[in-house]
């Protein structure tokens, strides 16, 4: 199982960014994937989920600023970065959630830096 994210980077505050994340070895269309950070001295957090069926959830964080979507006939799921502050940066990491949540696979992460 691989899911290897792209698209992190540096970006001005109020900016935008892409992220993506190709899934393989795993059927794609059938888990629920997210999209979780970590900041400095901070612990690992959800940021946007999308299930199987396409139903999303955010935090209030990044709600209205943050839209997540998956491409089931590519095995990508993409979170587009608009609006973002700051307090935004951290490393990004891709999350896959089998049906019944029964096993959890991880990205390495890509990181996303925000200046002021």
């Known amino acids: 199982v691989q899911l290897v994210e792209s698209g992190g980077g540096l970006v001005q505050a109020g900016g935008s960014l892409r992220l993506s994340c190709a899934a393989s070895?795993?059927?794609?269309?059938?888990?629920?994937m997210g999209w979780f950070r970590q900041a400095p001295g901070k612990e690992r957090e959800l940021v946007a989920r999308i299930t199987s069926g396409s139903s999303t959830n955010y935090a209030d964080s990044v709600k209205d600023r943050f839209t997540i979507s998956r491409d089931n006939a590519e095995n990508t799921v993409y979170l587009q970065m608009n609006s973002l502050k700051p307090e935004d940066t951290a490393i990004y990491y891709c999350?896959?959630?089998?049906?019944?949540?029964?096993?959890?696979?991880w990205g390495q992460g890509t990181q996303v830096t925000v200046s002021s």
């Open positions: 070895g795993i059927r794609f269309s059938l888990n629920a």
């Open positions: 999350n896959a959630r089998s049906p019944f949540a029964t096993t959890e696979y």
